[in-house]
């Protein structure tokens, strides 16, 4: 979902570019293109790096429907519903390199 937001999210801003008056929209719109690039690229790096779920990013994508960019305000919700999920902590987990596989991985209670 990243890198088709990343996608998304830098065309809306090179739109908003066309426009005097979109440019501080934008910016906006393009700084959470790269985010969701780069995030997208360490997830999908090989070797796998250390990485948590990124919240902050999600948050953006929310907030981004300021620019009239419907898909990342879904692509955020989604991100925020998913990272809460048990079977997406477990394998984030494991990619941090706990000793757990993720299919023994419980978390915490609260």
Do not use: E
Not at 9 to 24: A, H
Not at 70 to 92: E, R, T
Request: aromatic letters at 10%; glycine letters at 6%; proline letters at 10%.
């Amino acid at each position: 979902m990243a890198i088709v937001d990343a996608g998304i999210s830098g065309l809306s801003g090179l739109v908003w570019l066309l426009t005097i008056c979109g440019i501080p929209l934008a910016i906006y719109s393009i700084i959470v293109a790269v985010m969701a690039g780069m995030y997208a690229y360490k997830l999908l790096s090989s070797p796998p790096q250390p990485l948590q779920p990124n919240k902050t990013l999600a948050i953006m994508q929310i907030v981004n429907i300021i620019t009239g960019n419907i898909f990342s305000l879904a692509f955020g919700i989604v991100s925020l519903v998913l990272y809460n999920q048990p079977k997406v902590q477990a394998y984030f987990a494991y990619r941090n390199s706990q000793s757990l596989p993720p299919h023994q991985y419980q978390p915490p209670p609260f």
